[in-house]
């Protein structure tokens, strides 16, 4: 089995025995309801089940103070009276006879689940968990928390696996102060939270959690908080944080004193650069000191997520509109970093439905399984946008990936104003319950519509007859041996033959057997992923008929009923100069001569020549187009003289499976190696790409070709945009 769910009945035990309406939210229902979800869906079932054990109390050390561990070891005997007055000492704190259990097994499930992944017993998992973990300190229980279940594992994963990189990504609705305290001045862990924090208004009401607090000493650059201002943060928010914030930092590499600036000169188009090609390519690349000390390589070993959903919507903690399918999309976007190896702990989730929706979203992603797609239109708001350009500029001065900033700078949220602004209602008072009670109204269709989303029977199906006897799959993918009707096939030929002499190569192209062969298999793998019956499908075709094939594909699956196609064309593969721009069809051209937006729907851009750049194009432009768009399937195709290395050609199919739901269909030419075919075939299938190998930033002709292409279109794709227009 490849994910683990880490769980104990005991967990449940602990509960509040006053009144204190701020403290009553936590509760074991918020338990029993997830694990009662993930029953009913049978996502339990799939996972490997791994009882919690208790952490010793050498392992609570690694993070937390002798006295505080005893401390806590002292309430077992404690009454209610004398649990009371030690509870008022902390804030938001709540003590039981069973919390010091509890809180043992909760660090201990986080110890367990890092063990299972590091040594390859499952791929990832998620530790189901309470009391939550990511307010606790050194010697202070903090907002329900009681020890550090995070930090623990992260210590731990240091200490006995060696791991010297680990990221940490706290999507928690509350700022996760704890995990930052304990590793500020660490640059081994680069911690990530969002929060809410309405400029210093919101609990728990900390100036080191606004945007300018980046870490301490060593550790400058390796804290990133991402400030949310304003309450009804969504799905788009939430996306466009992950592509222009964390996912350009958890994938750079730079080494401490140098970096390259990529210059002329060719590189093996089949295999990554060197270290030292990186390093120094003298003559072709020039090094200069950068503008920052701290030595910032990342590039993760292992992901640690603070999986809390009260920044889910419906929860009048958070106050937010991210409904439970995101979580599914945040998690894949994680999955693409340090092997898959993901390790999710839950701490908040305070409205029973949307924390038992979220958690199961969470695992089925987990699992492989395609995330369903986003409802509502992918813009972000305003704020959002001030929020992550100001994340931005905090941190240019530490990472290279975020120093191509726009012109104008904007006020950090610390500058901004709070007055006017309404303190948020307490937990558990009648405004509470009453925001509850609305959200669980608002939130009953949406769930309605999340259920009206099956899992097609068939994850992946491959066409490769040419490549399958050297091909290395996962047992359940499906070889296809079924083909679209041969008089189908050749209709579609005789289509291209009619539409003029433009189309008369492709039209001859498709003349000979086997391109009508191979064209057949395609059409009917896209018949299979419209129909719902397969999620994904990779299918070959000779590469004298590869543009045909993409033509004749994009033209077939408009006319079978998919209302927005995403084409990204690699190679040799050129745009039908007859194809509609009504919006249906949106085509991406890697490899063109040239950066253009020659219109909303066509984009054409020169193939990056490092690691640096290609990512830059990757997430700051191919993914936000892909997320604007909402693509109903993308076609991949690989096309003659692609240029892409196998990591990267598997990384951007696994990045494109993610906002298609799954839905892509990937075409490769019949001379690629068995290899190609094979990792492509596994990202699509939900496994992790591989490594890209020894980072080299953007070359300055590459991050002008994207910025150039970026101004055309941000005011036409939102996701594009990284700062709120003025």
Same mark, same amino acid.
């Given at each position: 089995?490849?994910?683990?769910?880490?769980?104990?009945?005991?967990?449940?035990?602990?509960?509040?025995?006053?009144?204190?309406?701020?403290?009553?939210?936590?509760?074991?229902?918020?338990?029993?309801?997830?694990?009662? !979800?993930?029953?009913?869906?049978?996502?339990?079932?799939?996972?490997?089940?791994?009882?919690?054990?208790?952490?010793?109390?050498?392992?609570?050390?690694?993070?937390?103070?002798?006295?505080?561990?005893?401390?806590?070891?002292?309430?077992?005997?404690?009454?209610?009276?004398?649990?009371?007055?030690?509870?008022?000492?902390?804030?938001?704190?709540?003590?039981?006879?069973?919390?010091?259990?509890?809180?043992?097994?909760?660090?201990?499930?986080?110890?367990?689940?890092?063990?299972?992944?590091?040594?390859?017993?499952?791929?990832?998992?998620?530790?189901?968990?309470?009391?939550?973990?990511?307010?606790?300190?050194?010697?202070?229980?903090?907002?329900?928390?009681?020890?550090?279940?995070?930090?623990?594992?992260?210590?731990?994963?240091?200490?006995?696996?060696?791991?010297?990189?680990?990221?940490?990504?706290?999507?928690?609705?509350?700022?996760?102060?704890?995990?930052?305290?304990?590793?500020?001045?660490?640059?081994?862990?680069?911690?990530?939270?969002?929060?809410?924090?309405?400029?210093? !208004?919101?609990?728990?009401?900390?100036?080191?959690?606004?945007?300018?607090?980046?870490?301490?000493?060593? @550790?400058?650059?390796?804290?990133?908080?991402?400030?949310?201002?304003?309450?009804?943060?969504?799905?788009?928010?939430?996306?466009?944080?992950?592509?222009?914030?964390?996912?350009?930092?958890?994938?750079? &590499?730079?080494?401490?004193?140098?970096?390259?600036?990529?210059? @002329?000169?060719?590189?093996?188009?089949?295999?990554?650069?060197?270290?030292?090609?990186?390093?120094?390519?003298?003559?072709?690349?020039?090094?200069?000191?950068?503008?920052?000390?701290?030595?910032?390589?990342?590039?993760?070993?292992?992901?640690?997520?603070?999986?809390?959903?009260?920044?889910?919507?419906?929860?009048?903690?958070?106050?937010?509109?991210?409904?439970?399918?995101?979580?599914?999309?945040?998690?894949?976007?994680?999955?693409?970093?340090?092997?898959?190896?993901?390790?999710?702990?839950?701490?908040? @989730?305070?409205?029973?439905?949307?924390?038992?929706?979220?958690?199961?979203?969470?695992?089925?992603?987990?699992?492989?399984?395609?995330?369903?797609?986003?409802?509502?239109?992918?813009?972000?708001?305003?704020?959002?946008?001030?929020?992550?350009?100001?994340?931005?500029?905090?941190?240019?001065?530490?990472?290279?990936?975020?120093?191509?900033?726009?012109?104008?700078?904007?006020?950090?949220?610390?500058?901004?104003?709070?007055?006017?602004?309404?303190?948020?209602?307490?937990?558990?008072?009648?405004?509470?319950?009453?925001?509850?009670?609305?959200?669980?109204?608002?939130?009953?269709?949406?769930?309605?519509?999340? #259920?009206?989303?099956?899992?097609?029977?068939?994850?992946?199906?491959?066409?490769?007859?040419?490549?399958?006897?050297?091909?290395?799959?996962?047992?359940? &993918?499906?070889?296809?041996?079924?083909?679209?009707?041969?008089?189908?096939?050749?209709?579609?030929?005789?289509? =291209?033959?009619?539409?003029?002499?433009? #189309?008369?190569?492709?039209?001859?192209?498709?003349?000979?057997?086997?391109?009508?062969?191979?064209?057949?298999?395609?059409?009917?793998?896209?018949?299979?992923?419209?129909?719902?019956?397969?999620?994904?499908?990779?299918?070959?075709?000779?590469?004298?008929?590869?543009?045909?094939?993409?033509?004749?594909?994009?033209?077939?699956?408009?006319?079978?009923?998919?209302?927005?196609?995403?084409?990204?064309?690699?190679?040799?593969?050129?745009?039908?100069?007859?194809?509609?721009?009504?919006?249906?069809?949106?085509?991406?051209?890697?490899?063109?001569?040239?950066?253009?937006?020659?219109?909303?729907?066509?984009?054409?851009?020169?193939?990056?020549?490092?690691?640096?750049?290609?990512?830059?194009?990757?997430?700051?432009?191919?993914?936000? =187009?892909?997320?604007?768009?909402?693509?109903?399937?993308?076609?991949?195709?690989?096309?003659?003289?692609?240029?892409?290395?196998?990591?990267?050609?598997?990384?951007?199919?696994?990045?494109? !499976?993610?906002?298609?739901?799954?839905?892509?269909?990937?075409?490769?030419?019949?001379?690629?190696?068995?290899?190609?075919? @094979? &990792? =492509?075939?596994?990202?699509?299938?939900?496994?992790?790409?591989?490594?890209?190998?020894?980072?080299?930033?953007?070359?300055?002709?590459?991050?002008?070709?994207?910025? #150039?292409?970026?101004?055309?279109?941000?005011?036409?794709?939102?996701?594009?945009?990284?700062?709120?227009?003025?």
């Amino acid at each position: 089995m490849r994910t683990a769910l880490v769980y104990h009945e005991d967990m449940m035990a602990t509960r509040l025995l006053w009144d204190d309406p701020e403290c009553e939210i936590e509760c074991p229902e918020r338990l029993t309801t997830a694990l009662g !979800r993930l029953q009913q869906r049978g996502l339990e079932q799939r996972c490997l089940r791994l009882t919690a054990r208790e952490a010793s109390e050498t392992e609570l050390g690694l993070v937390h103070s002798p006295e505080y561990v005893a401390l806590l070891r002292g309430t077992q005997a404690l009454s209610t009276e004398e649990l009371q007055a030690l509870s008022g000492q902390f804030d938001a704190v709540y003590f039981h006879p069973s919390t010091f259990h509890c809180a043992r097994l909760a660090a201990g499930a986080g110890l367990q689940l890092v063990d299972a992944v590091l040594t390859g017993a499952v791929h990832n998992g998620l530790a189901l968990v309470r009391p939550p973990g990511h307010h606790s300190q050194r010697a202070a229980a903090n907002g329900f928390c009681m020890f550090n279940n995070v930090a623990i594992a992260a210590k731990h994963a240091q200490q006995e696996h060696g791991l010297h990189r680990i990221l940490i990504v706290d999507w928690d609705i509350h700022h996760g102060q704890g995990i930052q305290y304990i590793f500020e001045d660490d640059p081994s862990v680069l911690y990530f939270s969002w929060h809410r924090y309405e400029h210093g !208004r919101f609990w728990p009401y900390l100036p080191e959690s606004d945007a300018d607090a980046v870490g301490q000493g060593r @550790g400058r650059g390796f804290t990133v908080n991402l400030p949310w201002n304003q309450v009804g943060m969504g799905n788009a928010d939430y996306v466009a944080a992950f592509l222009h914030v964390l996912l350009p930092l958890a994938f750079e &590499v730079t080494t401490r004193g140098a970096v390259l600036i990529a210059g @002329g000169g060719q590189l093996d188009a089949r295999s990554p650069p060197t270290p030292r090609q990186c390093r120094m390519r003298v003559g072709r690349a020039s090094l200069r000191a950068p503008p920052f000390t701290p030595s910032l390589q990342f590039d993760p070993e292992l992901v640690l997520v603070s999986a809390g959903f009260d920044s889910a919507i419906g929860d009048p903690e958070g106050q937010m509109q991210a409904t439970p399918e995101c979580f599914a999309h945040l998690t894949q976007l994680l999955q693409v970093l340090a092997g898959g190896r993901v390790c999710a702990m839950l701490e908040g @989730g305070y409205h029973l439905e949307s924390l038992s929706e979220s958690v199961c979203m969470t695992v089925q992603a987990l699992l492989g399984d395609p995330a369903p797609p986003l409802p509502g239109p992918m813009v972000p708001v305003h704020s959002a946008l001030e929020s992550i350009r100001s994340v931005r500029a905090a941190h240019a001065p530490h990472w290279m990936s975020l120093q191509q900033q726009d012109s104008a700078p904007v006020l950090s949220p610390s500058t901004c104003s709070p007055e006017g602004r309404a303190s948020p209602p307490l937990p558990g008072g009648p405004e509470f319950k009453a925001a509850a009670a609305q959200a669980t109204v608002a939130l009953s269709p949406l769930l309605d519509q999340l #259920h009206l989303c099956p899992t097609p029977p068939v994850r992946t199906a491959v066409a490769l007859t040419p490549l399958d006897t050297a091909l290395v799959l996962p047992p359940d &993918v499906l070889h296809q041996e079924a083909s679209s009707p041969k008089e189908e096939t050749q209709a579609w030929a005789s289509v =291209l033959g009619f539409l003029g002499l433009a #189309h008369h190569r492709l039209h001859k192209a498709l003349a000979k057997d086997e391109a009508v062969t191979a064209l057949g298999e395609i059409l009917c793998l896209l018949d299979g992923i419209l129909d719902g019956q397969v999620s994904s499908g990779l299918a070959a075709t000779p590469a004298p008929a590869a543009a045909a094939a993409v033509d004749v594909a994009t033209r077939h699956g408009l006319s079978r009923g998919a209302q927005r196609l995403l084409c990204v064309a690699v190679g040799q593969l050129d745009r039908p100069s007859d194809l509609a721009d009504d919006g249906r069809t949106l085509w991406l051209s890697i490899r063109g001569k040239e950066a253009a937006a020659l219109s909303m729907f066509h984009v054409s851009m020169p193939l990056p020549g490092t690691i640096g750049g290609f990512l830059n194009f990757a997430l700051a432009l191919v993914l936000p =187009l892909a997320y604007g768009f909402q693509p109903d399937v993308v076609l991949l195709a690989l096309g003659p003289a692609h240029g892409l290395w196998d990591s990267q050609a598997a990384l951007l199919a696994a990045l494109l !499976r993610v906002p298609a739901g799954g839905r892509v269909l990937a075409l490769l030419v019949e001379e690629s190696t068995p290899q190609l075919a @094979g &990792v =492509l075939a596994r990202v699509l299938h939900g496994e992790a790409p591989p490594s890209l190998g020894p980072f080299c930033v953007a070359s300055p002709g590459d991050k002008q070709a994207l910025m #150039h292409l970026r101004r055309q279109l941000e005011s036409q794709w939102k996701m594009l945009q990284v700062a709120a227009p003025a």
